[in-house]
């Protein structure tokens, strides 16, 4: 019984108030200042998905960009058919400009558009942007 109790208001978490915050914030930061950042670095992430023989693969890119004196740093990720794709896609836009959006006053709160990115066939990731 109380396994439940914990389980379900996680549960609730990660299928309703994530997904719903993200894209909130999302729409928030079309009325952010964007800059131009940089991304730094990257890899491949591959999560199973429980009860499944299926693996997800994400290209997870670290990026920094200057906002109100200073600079800053987050990593977003892209959603990729395969590993090779993800590793691939890191490769193509290591050290390429990224376009970024921040929160006003809060510069740790950004947000990277892959769209700006070369190779960038796959979509982005809900979960990826929270800082």
């Not at 009860?51 to 004196?69: D, M, Q, V």
């Not at 959603?79 to 929160?103: F, H, L, M, P, W």
Request: with cysteine; net charge positive; proline share 7%.
């Amino acid at each position: 019984m109380v396994l439940w109790v914990l389980l379900i208001p996680a549960i609730l978490y990660y299928l309703v108030y994530r997904p719903l915050r993200d894209s909130l914030q999302g729409r928030q930061a079309l009325n952010w200042p964007s800059v131009q950042g940089s991304i730094l670095d990257g890899h491949a992430v591959g999560r199973r998905q429980p009860r499944s023989n299926i693996t997800w693969w994400y290209a997870s890119l670290s990026f920094y960009f200057p906002a109100e004196g200073a600079y800053y740093g987050n990593r977003f990720e892209i959603q990729c058919g395969s590993e090779e794709a993800a590793e691939q896609i890191v490769r193509d836009n290591k050290g390429k400009s990224v376009t970024v959006r921040y929160k006003p006053g809060d510069p740790d709160t950004a947000r990277a558009y892959p769209d700006t990115l070369a190779a960038s066939t796959a979509r982005r990731s809900s979960d990826s942007l929270q800082p």
